[in-house]
């Protein structure tokens, strides 16, 4: 499930603690993550990230757990 492939990503050293990606990696073109920020009732200013993963992403994940 996505739990088991997130915590696979993040043994085969991919993604950080809160699932976003190192820099190494979307550097290299597997991985893109969008800000998205917006303001609470309360005017606290929040950040969500989003991880995109591109075909190329896939393809490297793929290979890495098969191998890994």
Do not use: C
Request: glycine share 8%; charged share 25%; no cysteine.
């Amino acid at each position: 499930g996505r739990n088991t492939l997130f915590q696979k990503l993040r043994d085969l050293g991919m993604l950080m603690e809160n699932n976003t990606p190192y820099q190494t990696y979307i550097d290299r073109g597997y991985f893109r993550v969008i800000e998205s920020r917006w303001v609470t009732p309360q005017g606290e200013t929040k950040i969500s990230l989003k991880t995109v993963v591109y075909q190329r992403g896939l393809d490297y994940i793929l290979k890495a757990v098969k191998n890994g």
